[in-house]
């Protein structure tokens, strides 16, 4: 085996901290497996991000700085990508399971003759097997599964590990690159986000979660509220999205987003497994639910049983007092 490649996800001008969790975790196997870690960062500002990767324990950090793969346009990213596997010829390609690399990560395979083991919670390195536990079951279970394939890519599920620092001395490599823009099929003209959204739903520290139980206006001002006071971003189930109570993309679950805070409020929701298997993964989980036999109460780290309409404005106001 000759090295780990990171491949980094940037949003606003830093990597994502779901790939300094991968990072991390891929730093220790090639610790203890005696490999390289690279890192590999796109986009027109790569060189300024080389350092954070160094930060974070990959010696050569391979960058492709070209403002044609700003706008995660998938052909460009995936001619980089594969400029960068030709480089550096890694055993194992790792990345955080983000939208834009699950777009990206089939056809690069098909390219590069590689085997694919998406959406994983977890991954290691047993002789020359790539090994790896998949939720399946809308997460219900952990399937293990591996590859002895010569080059293989890996997405992992945020918050499936910590992120830590552990600075080297690191080098930026530039790796040529040259694609023609006027090649493209398909062009990103805009990135719409949802007026008012402050943090990134999947990347969030705090989430706080509506569910039907949030039932109107006065219900979501707060979960607003609670949302400002704890920095939190808003999540929800998908009964309550399908009132139009909140948007399409604060859905959490099996057919929404997968989130994995250090601290998430679920808000009148009652548990469903396709809506658990989106936010199982949190830290620390507060159930707020009228009824005592509510299944998010299995999962939950602590549960209130009352009216969210009685419980949030208290916990509301006791959490701005604390905070002040
Ligand atoms: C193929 C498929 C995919 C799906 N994907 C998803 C998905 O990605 N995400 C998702 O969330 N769902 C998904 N669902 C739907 C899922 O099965 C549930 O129907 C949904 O999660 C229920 O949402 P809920 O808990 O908000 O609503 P409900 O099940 O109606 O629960 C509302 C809860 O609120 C409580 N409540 C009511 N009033 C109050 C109050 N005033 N104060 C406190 N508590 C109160 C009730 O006791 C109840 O427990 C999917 C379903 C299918 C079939």
Do not use: W
Not at 137 to 145: F, G, I, N, P, V
Not at 195 to 203: I, K, N
Not at 220 to 237: K, N, P
Request: hydrophobic share 50%; charged share 15%.
């Amino acid at each position: 085996m000759s090295s780990i490649l990171v491949f980094c996800s940037v949003q606003e001008n830093r990597i994502k901290r779901s790939s300094l969790e991968v990072m991390s975790r891929a730093r220790q196997l090639a610790t203890e497996n005696g490999l390289s870690l690279g890192a590999a960062i796109l986009g027109s500002h790569a060189s300024s991000l080389v350092s954070e990767a160094t930060a974070h324990g990959a010696s050569q950090v391979f960058t492709v700085s070209d403002p044609v793969l700003d706008a995660h346009v998938n052909a460009p990213v995936i001619a980089a990508l594969e400029g960068i596997l030709t480089t550096v010829q890694p055993r194992l390609m790792v990345a955080a399971s983000t939208e834009s690399v699950k777009d990206v990560l089939g056809a690069l395979a098909v390219r590069t003759d590689a085997a694919v083991l998406p959406d994983v919670a977890s991954f290691d390195l047993a002789g020359d097997s790539v090994v790896c536990e998949r939720p399946v079951m809308a997460a219900k279970k952990l399937a293990a599964t591996h590859t002895t394939h010569p080059l293989v890519f890996v997405s992992v599920r945020s918050g499936s590990y910590e992120a830590s620092e552990a600075p080297v001395d690191g080098e930026e490599v530039a790796v040529p690159f040259h694609f023609d823009p006027a090649t493209l099929g398909a062009t990103l003209k805009e990135i719409v986000t949802q007026a008012g959204d402050t943090v990134d739903l999947s990347e969030a520290r705090v989430v706080v979660a509506a569910g039907r139980g949030v039932r109107d206006e006065a219900g979501r001002a707060l979960v607003q509220q609670l949302a400002d006071i704890t920095g939190a971003a808003i999540g929800a189930s998908r009964a309550v999205v399908e009132t139009g109570l909140f948007p399409a993309t604060a859905q959490i679950g099996q057919t929404g987003k997968v989130v994995s805070p250090d601290l998430y409020f679920a808000i009148g929701i009652s548990g469903a497994v396709q809506h658990t298997a989106g936010m199982a993964n949190s830290r620390i989980i507060v159930a707020i639910n009228k009824d005592p036999d509510a299944p998010i109460f299995d999962v939950a780290t602590y549960g209130l049983v009352g009216d969210c309409f009685t419980i949030l404005p208290l916990l509301n106001a006791a959490l701005r007092e604390a905070m002040a």
